[in-house]
């Protein structure tokens, strides 16, 4: 109903009712996006972020580290004649990702050792503080 307030005639202002409605079905939306973005984000992290299987990957390591197959570890030439186990220097993959390990107290030409690794994670170290110390790391990207 219009009011009369003088000579100015006034129209009471109705907002739709949907108006609430739109309100929260946008905070819902907004709400759901914010969800969808972060799994997303979580997803994408990928292998390299997840939680990792520390006693698979000690395992897998170490049966590298401490025994020598030559039909899974060959022995690759690094230098004029100098022969190492290819996982010294390439790694072990495990579940997709390539470890690594050095040997603290031996030589060892792994890329952390041969100072060509900028920045890595330490997975594990197996015997620290024994002269047979072994460390597992993986490289960042």
């Known amino acids: 109903m219009a009011q009369t307030h003088g000579s100015i005639r006034s129209f009471p202002l109705q907002r739709p009712k949907y108006h609430r409605v739109l ?4 905070l819902a939306c907004a709400c759901f996006l914010a969800l969808l973005l ?19 990957v000690q ?7 401490d025994s020598w ?4 570890d060959p022995l690759v030439e690094i230098d004029r004649g100098l022969m190492v ?8 993959i495990v579940e997709g990702i390539r470890y690594y390990y050095s040997m603290t107290n031996a030589p060892s030409f792994d890329p952390a050792s041969l100072g060509k690794a900028k920045d890595y ?8 503080g024994t002269p047979w110390e072994l460390v597992i790391y993986r490289l960042q990207n």
């Open 121 to 128: 994670e330490i997975v594990s170290t197996i015997d620290q």
């Open 85 to 92: 186990k290819r996982s010294n220097v390439e790694g072990v």
């Open 69 to 72: 197959d030559t039909s899974k």
């Open 23 to 26: 309100k929260w079905w946008t």
């Open 59 to 65: 395992s897998q390591v170490i049966s590298f580290a």
């Open 38 to 56: 972060g799994l997303a984000a979580s997803t994408l992290e990928g292998k390299s972020h997840k939680e990792i299987d520390v006693a698979l």
